[in-house]
T-cell receptor, first 115, second 109 residues
Framework: GAGVSQSPSNKVTEKGKDVELRCDPI?????LYWYRQSLGQGLEFLIY????????KSGLPSDRFSAERTGGSVSTLTIQRTQQEDSAVYLC?????????????FGPGTRLTVT | DQQVKQNSPSLSVQEGRISILNCDYT??????FLWYKKYPAEGPTFLIS?????DKNEDGRFTVFLNKSAKHLSLHIVPSQPGDSAVYFC????????FGTGTSLTVIP
């Protein structure tokens, strides 16, 4: 079956431009997560959507970052006025339920490079 | 502040021997722990998990041990195979997931 897909796989952008990263979760998964992994670092939590509940945005590093999830399925992570420190691999994951007892299935990630 | 720590960035093991990957955490309220495996240019894939009410979970060559008093968990792979070479992340869940920085395992044929 189809796993989590992300697009684009690679994105190079100039400093100051806005970017949108897309995630298609596994059908039927109610939970969706965004992470980023900078070079040599672990996975940094960004935002978590669970069903129709208000998202947990506690991991977003600044107000330049936002995310939405339309119709409980596809999610878009938007970074406005990109900075060089935003360069990282952005990973999306989905799971059947919330954080307790459900493993996450990850997409291949989007590698963002800000020049 | 890192709530989940993997203090060994890398580990090399001979094929057929045991690989032991370690992970420490700080929050005693975590109720679920997971291990993920990551190959280059791919997203992490789930490997094995353990609930905080247990101290051991085994799945084939993979066993996870949880020591709640020490706030420590470990992943044992035996026997190790060259295809096990990857980066291994441990994660803990509470209100969200917390990941360690990963340990790169190399299994030498």
């Amino acid at each position: 079956g189809a796993g989590v897909s992300q697009s684009p796989s690679n994105k190079v952008t100039e400093k100051g431009k806005d970017v949108e990263l897309r995630c298609d979760p596994i059908s039927g998964h109610t939970a969706l997560y965004w992470y980023r992994q900078s070079l040599g670092q672990g996975l940094e939590f960004l935002i978590y959507f669970q069903g129709n509940s208000a998202p947990d945005k506690s991991g977003l590093p600044s107000d330049r970052f936002s995310a939405e999830r339309t119709g409980g399925s596809v999610s878009t992570l938007t970074i406005q006025r990109t900075q060089q420190e935003d360069s990282a691999v952005y990973l999306c994951a989905s799971s059947l339920g919330g954080t307790r007892g459900y493993e996450q299935y990850f997409g291949p990630g989007t590698r963002l490079t800000v020049t | 502040d890192q709530q989940v720590k993997q203090n060994s960035p890398s580990l090399s093991v001979q094929e057929g021997r045991i690989s032991i990957l370690n992970c420490d955490y700080t929050n005693s309220m975590f109720d679920y722990f997971l291990w993920y495996k990551k190959y280059p240019a791919e997203g992490p894939t789930f490997l094995i998990s353990i609930s905080s009410i247990k101290d051991k979970n085994e799945d084939g060559r993979f066993t996870v041990f949880l020591n709640k008093s020490a706030k420590h968990l470990s992943l044992h792979i035996v026997p190790s195979q060259p295809g096990d070479s990857a980066v291994y992340f441990c994660a803990a869940s509470g209100n969200q997931f917390y990941f360690g920085t990963g340990t790169s395992l190399t299994v030498i044929p």
